[in-house]
């Protein structure tokens, strides 16, 4: 098990709501989480939803429809409470049933899909909240094992053939098309699985923003096994 107490892991942890939205990030810590167990049966859940397409978005009047067993029923209470905490931070919560999310082949040697580890970004102070209830967790990389791939001298020749504009250019056209956002692991890197039931606060990249950005990463699905979680 990795020690996220070591000093490569800048990840804080906390026991209650109020104090993962009011613990400010500081230094190289950009993640916290809000450790849980929780009861409940989420997979429940996940079986009743009908999946037409690969990601089925759950609102609380669909949550309220679903014919559930006891401990079903509990675990919907919990969606129900995080939904209810994170709106009444001001925040704009989805949760989504996912078989698998869209991959993007249109640049092979450099994918921007959510499978690549990436941050995110945001003109105006936010940060991206997530929990994975069922399913495969998300995962965390540590910016010290982390490599911005625009910066890889074999990855920053191929994106050049791609630009065909003047070269003071070239830094706009990797952050329009989100280049700059994505990240690959240095040797001996070891991503931090989120957990399930742990909801996390994670930095992004804003204007005010006095830390780095936490890199993450969606997992690859289990064939069969769909996903739970809530992000905004």
């Known amino acids: 098990m990795i020690n ?7 990840i804080h942890c906390v026991t209650n709501f109020q104090d993962l939205v009011s613990t400010p990030f500081h230094g190289a810590m950009n993640a916290i989480c809000w450790t849980r167990t929780l009861p409940g049966d989420f997979a429940d859940i996940v079986d009743k939803v009908e999946l037409t397409e ?12 679903l ?3 006891e ?25 989504n049933v996912i078989r698998s999310y ?3 082949d249109a640049c092979p040697f450099f994918p921007t899909d959510v499978y690549s580890f990436h941050a995110d970004r945001s003109p105006v102070p936010t940060d991206t909240f997530l929990c994975t209830y069922y399913g495969e967790p998300s995962e965390i990389l540590p910016n010290v094992q982390a ?3 625009v910066f890889v001298p074999e990855i920053r020749a191929e994106l050049k053939k791609l630009y065909h504009g003047a070269a003071e250019g070239f830094e706009t056209f990797l952050s329009e098309h989100c280049f700059d956002l994505h990240y ?6 070891r991503p931090v699985s989120l957990g399930l039931g742990n909801l996390w606060r994670l930095a992004i990249d804003h204007p005010e923003s006095q830390v780095p950005p936490c890199v ?8 069969g096994q769909h996903r739970l979680l809530m992000i905004c």
Do not use: C, F, M
């Not at 990601?55 to 949550?63: M, N, Q, S, T, Y």
């Not at 029923?73 to 919560?93: F, W």
């Not at 690959?184 to 890197?189: E, L």
């Open 4 to 10: 996220l107490s070591h000093s490569e892991y800048p």
């Open 54 to 65: 690969n990601i089925a978005v759950l609102d609380e009047a669909g949550l309220r429809r």
């Open 67 to 69: 014919q559930l067993s």
């Open 71 to 95: 401990q079903g029923q509990l675990a919907r209470d919990i969606l129900l409470r995080d939904l209810k905490l994170l709106e009444a931070h001001g925040a704009a919560p989805i949760l």
């Open 102 to 104: 869209e991959r993007d």
């Open 147 to 149: 490599e911005q791939k």
């Open 184 to 189: 690959q692991p240095k040797a001996a890197a």
């Open 216 to 223: 993450h990463r969606a997992p690859k699905e289990i064939t």
